[in-house]
């Protein structure tokens, strides 16, 4: 994988958001639906916080008392907002800024999704998974091919 290479070249730009009025039964819904572990909070194009799927679980965990759970469940999970559950003060790039900075960005902080934002706008996201995509699609040159091939 090329570092220097733009964000845009591994980013994820078709996204699943939500507003941050939106419930957690709708943030549920999205968690569900798609094979994603990150959902932006945005109001108009504007990116204000993350709900990652380990803080919906730990959110989720932290009410379950008896069999009332599933009913308590979605009456809570209608009831709350995405913007009580999301992380605030996120890192952000834009999607020009080289990958080593979204690198340099998941090592210090061991975040695992950042928000791409260009002109204040967000236009994507970039998460470790994007990364180990983009090295997994590299062909392998053909030397170290062989070279594997006969360890």
Known sequence: MNVL???STIMTAKLHTVNPDDSLMQVKEIFDQHKIHHIPVVRFKHI???V???DFLHFLRGFKSNEMDKFIDETRLRSWKAEEIMTKGLAKVESSDP???A????????FHAIPVVDNNELVGIVTTFDVIKAIEDE???LENYKKAKAV
């Open 5 to 7: 290479a733009p964000i």
């Open 48 to 50: 204000e916080g993350i």
């Open 52 to 54: 990652s799927k380990t």
């Open 99 to 101: 990958i080593r900075t």
């Open 103 to 110: 690198l340099e960005v998941f090592l210090v902080n061991r």
């Open 139 to 141: 062909p392998i040159p």
